[in-house]
């Protein structure tokens, strides 16, 4: 008879890689084998990181069907999901928040399909939902989350009794432009103006502004990067999560995937956006800076990107978490899910009140967000 096994491994490495990616959307280049054996090899997670990973296997007849990435989690940090306010509540009250289980690509806000199926698999993705929290109640465990998941695993998950959460983050959309000065044209003539000044002036330092990809990245580019990313990281976080490791990892395996924006002084490397390559997107990650340039931010990051993906023909750029600055250079907010189950009823029950009234907030924000836009509402005006 044909039989079905849901199991637990210890490590990415248990798990063939060919195998896992015959489960992945090959628009999402987070959700790969290579990716994720990149954070756990260089000790961006596993012990000591409060990330230990124990992927969820679903095998039929010893075939892996279904798949997701699951962390047991010691703390709430690299989410960009904030539950610290739930955590405190619980413990307040007397429970134990820690450890928690998340189905989630760490440090990384991007949308992507976190229950991971092989195609036409009936029942796969539900499957891994019940298996999931039979993990947490078989342990005890106060949470179950599944965090930047797809709207449409979104729904499916509240079907099955989650809780469904929606947050927001800024992405741009190619209209079919064939140049920058395309894209321009859509705006209202102020704002218009003020991007070209943003441009010209960090354009006007005097530095090189490089994009690198695939061969053209050296090992020496990811030293430098390393520099910005630990400046930046110690400042926004108090300590990196990423090791030094980490992107030596993306050099041997991901550096067709990888679009590094970098500012150089000379033959000095300055400044640095990494971006990640999709099919359909371009997902911007890390920045970093050694000097003040004023608007270098906003051209490697933004201007270069939405440059980088007209050319090549894709759909959106993906700024990453947070960040209303991105409204003024056109990136829109767009709504962002995440699935939850509380092993406790009542606290499953504050928490579902809770999220009813920030849907509803969230909804109104991104409402008149977009109206704030940057986008002109009349014919073009000439500058």
């Given at each position: ?223 430098a990067f390393w520099d ?12 990196p999560y990423l090791t ?122 991104i409402e008149v967000l ?14």
């Amino acid at each position: 008879m044909a039989e079905t096994t849901a199991t637990l491994a210890d490590s990415f490495a248990d798990i063939p890689a060919a195998e896992w990616d015959a489960l992945t959307d090959p628009r999402d280049p987070f959700t790969t084998h290579r990716f994720l054996w990149a954070l756990e090899s260089s000790g961006s997670v596993g012990p000591g990181t409060g990330w230990e990973p124990h992927p969820l296997l679903i095998r039929h007849d010893g075939r892996l069907i279904a798949a997701a990435p699951l962390f047991a989690k010691a703390h709430s940090q690299g989410e960009y999901i904030f539950d610290h306010g739930w955590a405190e509540a619980y413990e307040r009250a007397g429970g134990r928040y820690y450890p928690k289980l998340q189905i989630a690509v760490p440090f990384t806000p991007v949308t992507g399909p976190r229950l991971l199926t092989l195609p036409g698999v009936a029942g796969a993705r539900a499957a891994l939902i019940e298996a999931a929290r039979g993990v947490m109640d078989g342990n005890a465990l106060s949470s179950l989350h599944i965090t930047f998941c797809t709207a449409e695993e979104a729904a499916l998950g509240a079907e099955a009794g989650l809780l469904h959460r929606v947050t927001q983050q800024f992405h741009w959309v190619n209209d079919g432009y064939g140049s920058y000065d395309d894209f321009l044209a859509t705006l209202a003539s102020r704002k218009r103006k003020a991007l070209r000044r943003e441009r010209q002036i960090a354009n006007g330092h005097g530095l090189r502004i490089e994009t690198l990809t695939a061969d053209a990245l050296r090992p020496d580019h990811w030293d430098a990067f390393w520099d910005f990313y630990q400046d930046t990281g110690s400042r926004k976080w108090g300590r990196p999560y990423l090791t030094r490791g980490f992107f030596d990892a993306l050099h041997a395996t991901m550096r067709d995937d990888i679009l590094l924006v970098m500012a150089f002084d000379g033959t000095r490397p300055v400044a640095g956006a990494l971006n990640f390559i999709g099919s359909e997107a371009l997902f911007g990650r890390y920045w970093g800076c050694v000097a003040d340039y004023p608007s270098l931010h906003f051209e490697l990051c933004y201007h270069r990107a939405i440059d980088w993906a007209i050319a090549h023909g894709l759909r959106r750029v993906e700024a990453g978490a947070q960040g209303e600055h991105k409204l003024a250079r056109g990136y829109l907010p767009v709504e962002t899910h995440s699935l939850h189950a509380l092993r406790d009823p009542g606290f499953a029950r504050a928490v579902a009140d809770y999220l009813d009234r920030e849907r509803a907030a969230i909804g109104e924000e991104i409402e008149v967000l977009t109206a704030y836009g940057p986008f002109r509402r009349g014919p073009v005006q000439d500058d």
